[in-house]
């Protein structure tokens, strides 16, 4: 009984572990995307977060299976052209991937 008490125990701790790291990884992507005026680079799905649903998002909306209402569509254009194609959704994926640091991406 004793060893399955400990097993249960360590168990407990890496899931608060992995866990919390997840929260701070999303943390600090949506706060690398820099805010102007309203507009936060990246996040297409307007949760506050830039994070993989929004290159989803974004995927969608330039394959024309949705449509993105204007705050997203500004949000979309992470290459800052004033348009919003598959170069931005490329763009955010560098992002996402730590290959740039910083939205939108300056040319």
Not at 1 to 29: K, L, P, R
Not at 44 to 71: E, F, H, M, S
Request: charged residues 20%.
């Amino acid at each position: 009984a004793a060893d399955t008490t400990s097993e249960t125990a360590s168990s407990e701790n890496t899931t608060e572990t992995v866990a919390s790291t997840t929260e701070t990884t999303a943390q600090t992507t949506a706060s690398s995307s820099e805010v102007l005026g309203q507009v936060l680079y990246g996040d297409v799905n307007l949760d506050g977060r830039v994070d993989i649903t929004d290159a989803v998002l974004l995927n969608k909306a330039t394959a024309g299976v949705v449509t993105l209402n204007d705050t997203a569509r500004q949000n979309a254009d992470c290459d800052a052209d004033g348009m919003t194609d598959t170069n931005d959704a490329t763009v955010l994926l560098r992002f996402l991937v730590q290959i740039i640091n910083n939205l939108p991406e300056s040319k």
